[in-house]
């Protein structure tokens, strides 16, 4: 079992920059991966950006290319989202997201389906 808490969300303007926060407590021994995903008002649960199994790599939806970092700490069982030059279209709830395996298929690691344990999400405001 893995306990995801995400924080550092907010009201901001557009323009500004968040640091969120993703720790993971528990079952932590085994590996996983992490990945970010964001719902809007009135839209689907997309993908953010996430980590390979190794998370030798990153990757980024087109959207938030050179704005949005993916990171981890390892030693903290943490994972960030640097998030800047916000725009109003960023406004979402932000969850993380662990997985437990390796998953198949180009592009897999954006498939929700892959993983296995979520936070409850935190708030990011972006007004215009």
């Known amino acids: 079992q893995v306990q995801l808490v995400e924080s550092g969300g907010g009201l901001v303007q557009a323009g500004d920059s968040l640091r969120l926060s993703c720790a993971a407590s528990?079952?932590?021994?085994?590996?996983?991966?992490m990945g970010w995903f964001r719902q809007a008002p009135g839209k689907e649960r997309e993908y953010v950006a996430a980590f390979s199994w190794s998370s030798t790599s990153t990757y980024y939806t087109d959207s938030v290319k050179g704005r949005f970092t993916i990171s981890r700490d390892n030693a903290k069982n943490t994972v960030y989202l640097q998030m800047n030059s916000l725009k109003p279209e960023d406004t979402a709830v932000y969850y993380c997201a662990a997985r437990l395996r390796r998953c198949s298929g180009g592009g897999c690691y954006e498939n929700p389906r892959w993983y296995d344990y979520w936070g409850q999400g935190t708030q990011v405001t972006v007004s215009s």
């Open positions: 528990g079952r932590t021994t085994s590996s996983y991966a």
